[in-house]
């Protein structure tokens, strides 16, 4: 089955710095690669999601990128806040047009400091 | 308002009880899922739902038992619970886009 490693387990940075989370899958057929961000006490919100047809998507602030080569995806979030602190979670599928067996990654928590 | 509601928030109990966490979601989604997240927050799903029909089904004691009435709703009875049951139980759902929209979770401390 699907193996996803994440990294870093933790994560602290300033206000205003960037931060990067690395994520490795081991399923060469998967094709979808959401990343989701856990507050506390909440449920998982997804926050940017890409597949396999594209190498690269951004929104706003945060950005994802895919290799599929080399089997990794990264999440980048430039210009944190405060309220960028939370946990974060990649996950990866295989998107079978009725249910999405997604593998999460064991997450990172990024605190982002005044 | 809430897109997936799930109840109760919070469920404390003996070992040995039998517990039940409703869901329900309004988004009109086809497919529901009961994932598990443990106390070192990892994510693994248990259950999928497809229109009322299991189609996911992970390697999970079968002291768990998912029942879907309609496509809106998923429950999960747990019978003769223990203590390795402790955990956060999240309620999903998805179209067949693969966006998964999750409740805000089920604490489960089994005592």
């Known amino acids: 089955g699907e193996n996803v490693e994440q990294h870093p387990s933790t994560l602290s940075v300033q206000e205003g710095d960037s931060a990067v989370i690395k994520c490795t899958y081991s399923?060469?057929?998967?094709?979808?690669f959401p990343w989701y961000k856990q507050e506390l006490g909440k449920g998982p919100q997804l926050i940017i999601d890409i597949r396999s047809n594209v190498g690269e998507k951004k929104d706003q602030r945060i950005a994802v990128t895919l290799n599929k080569t080399a089997k990794h995806f990264s999440l980048h979030i430039t210009e944190t806040q405060p309220e960028d602190s939370a946990v974060y979670f990649c996950a990866a599928s295989k998107h079978t047009g009725t249910a999405s067996k997604l593998t999460f990654g064991t997450g990172t928590r990024l605190q982002v400091t005044l | 308002d809430t897109a997936v509601s799930q109840t109760p928030k919070y469920l404390v109990t003996q070992m040995g009880n039998d517990k039940s966490i409703k869901c329900e979601q309004n988004?009109?989604?086809?497919?529901m899922y009961w994932y598990k997240q443990d106390s070192k927050k990892f994510l693994k799903i248990m259950f999928s739902y497809n229109n009322k029909e299991l189609i996911i089904n992970e390697t999970v004691p079968n002291r768990f038992s998912p029942k879907s009435p309609d496509k809106a709703h998923l429950n999960l009875h747990i019978n003769s619970l223990e203590l390795g049951d402790s955990a956060v139980y999240f309620c999903a759902s998805s179209q067949r886009d693969s966006k998964l929209f999750f409740g805000s979770g089920t604490q489960l401390s089994v005592l």
């Open positions: 399923d060469s057929a998967s094709n979808y």
């Open positions: 988004l009109g989604h086809d497919t």
